[in-house]
T-cell receptor, first 114, second 112 residues
Framework: KAGVTQTPRYLIKTRGQQVTLSCSPI?????VSWYQQTPGQGLQFLFE???????NKGNFPGRFSGRQFSNSRSEMNVSTLELGDSALYLC?????????????FGQGTRLTVV | GESVGLHLPTLSVQEGDNSIINCAYS??????FIWYKQESGKGPQFIID?????DKRQGQRVTVLLNKTVKHLSLQIAATQPGDSAVYFC???????????FGKGTKLTVNP
């Protein structure tokens, strides 16, 4: 069974640009969450999508947005990039059942803003 | 605050020793806890989980202990191997939400 797939693996953008990251969850998983990982702040929750609806949102500015498609694939978008947005962006998928709550992570997208 | 914290940022052990990584969590409403291992350049990898109605759970070479009285979580790795070298994170989840709150991480180094 394929794991969580994130594309692209690496990105370099300049300040002020926008970027879109993609995540394909494990087949059958309907919940997709996004996290930002930086050396200073660690792993921080961005948002979670389930059945194409945002169910939960972290404390990030409105420049960070996301969406989920009917096949559970998800994208996140960051507009007006700032230097501080440089980070590893991780996607996690879970079955979201009453029985199991394991969340599986992808390899991440390393975003560098210059 | 909301975050799950870790007691030690680094831990160095000899190959073959047992390792213990600790974690303190702050939200007594959390009912599910997970340990992740993250190797350089990779995403976090699930190691073991435990629900709040348990105090111990064992996997292959790993054991997680949960003490709800003092809100403490620990990961024990038996016969630590060089391949166990990584950063270990504990994370908590509250009922009904998929949101994970992570600790800062402990970097485990296994010396041959």
């Amino acid at each position: 069974k394929a794991g969580v797939t994130q594309t692209p693996r690496y990105l370099i953008k300049t300040r002020g640009q926008q970027v879109t990251l993609s995540c394909s969850p494990i087949s059958g998983h309907r919940s997709v969450s996004w996290y930002q990982q930086t050396p200073g702040q660690g792993l921080q929750f961005l948002f979670e999508y389930f059945s194409e609806t945002q169910r939960n949102k972290g404390n990030f500015p409105g420049r960070f947005s996301g969406r989920q498609f009917s096949n559970s694939r998800s994208e996140m978008n960051v507009s007006t990039l700032e230097l501080g947005d440089s980070a590893l962006y991780l996607c996690a998928s879970s079955l979201n059942s009453l029985v199991t709550s394991e969340a599986f992570f992808g390899q991440g997208t390393r975003l560098t803003v210059v | 605050g909301e975050s799950v914290g870790l007691h030690l940022p680094t831990l160095s052990v000899q190959e073959g020793d047992n390792s213990i990584i600790n974690c303190a969590y702050s939200n007594s409403a959390s009912d599910y806890f997970i340990w992740y291992k993250q190797e350089s350049g990779k995403g976090p990898q699930f190691i073991i989980d435990i629900r709040s109605n348990m105090d111990k759970r064992q996997g292959q070479r790993v054991t997680v202990l949960l003490n709800k009285t003092v809100k403490h979580l620990s990961l024990q790795i038996a016969a630590t191997q060089p391949g166990d070298s990584a950063v270990y994170f504990c994370a908590e989840k509250q009922g009904g939400s998929e949101k994970l709150v992570f600790g800062k991480g402990t970097k485990l180094t296994v010396n041959p």
